[in-house]
């Protein structure tokens, strides 16, 4: 299955994990994490991908700021990449589980 067609159940995060994901993503303490897990999944644009988690943007919010040369199809995938490799590193952290005290 490639990368565009894989949806947050197809990397194994609940709809649960994922809301706890994008509430962790708008922390900033978590930023540089966050950062980090944008290069893995695309290091030619991971700061438009780590700006569009943890500020909420959309990509067409970021396009009319600073072209991004990806489709949208492309972006969000690689945006769900991100978050599926930032919990691991959060699952890293805290013993391997997403943290539920932030609901």
Known sequence: MGIRD???KDYGLSDREVKIL????RDIK?????QEAAN?????IAKQI??????????????CKNYIPVSVVDF???RRKALWLFSKEI??????VIPEFLI
């Open 91 to 96: 699952k890293e952290i805290h013993n391997g």
């Open 50 to 63: 780590a700006d569009s988690l943890h500020f909420g943007w959309s990509y067409r919010t970021l396009d």
């Open 40 to 44: 893995k999944s695309n290091s030619g």
């Open 30 to 34: 978590w930023r540089p994490l966050l």
């Open 76 to 78: 969000y995938a690689y």
């Open 6 to 8: 894989k949806n947050y």
């Open 22 to 25: 994008f509430q962790m993503c």
